[in-house]
């Protein structure tokens, strides 16, 4: 009943930035956590941040500073605004919304920071 659907993802220079965009499929208004993960290749996905009903943001250290989360409830999306990306932030970006029931994931969107 709960359908992810990410975007903006793409091919960006070390410095550049992306804004990944993640739409929801039902009213997001009262979803607890929404949030955005990561994977790179050899690696776990790990949490990059998460933002709560209320509004509050967690970030894991290494993009502190850089990226900045946000949801929007009259549009049902989730976004990921990353400035100053580096080499290290290549991976495949999850959208993920946290329900009373389960978690739900997207497709995933790919994000290659290379010169």
């Known amino acids: 009943q709960v359908q992810l659907v990410e975007s903006g993802g793409g091919l960006v220079q070390p410095g550049g930035s992306l804004t990944l965009s993640c739409a929801a499929s039902v009213i997001t208004f009262n979803i607890p956590v929404m949030g955005w993960y990561r994977q790179a290749p050899g690696n776990q996905r790990e949490m990059v941040a998460t933002?709560?009903?209320?509004?509050?943001?967690n970030y894991t250290d290494s993009v502190k500073g850089r990226f900045t989360i946000s949801r929007d409830s009259a549009k049902n999306t989730v976004s990921l605004l990353m400035n100053s990306l580096k080499p290290e932030d290549t991976a495949v970006y999850y959208c993920?919304?946290?329900?009373?029931?389960?978690?739900?994931w997207g497709q995933g969107t790919q994000v290659t920071v290379s010169s």
């Open positions: 933002i709560t009903r209320g509004g509050n943001t």
């Open positions: 993920n919304v946290k329900t009373f029931v389960r978690d739900y």
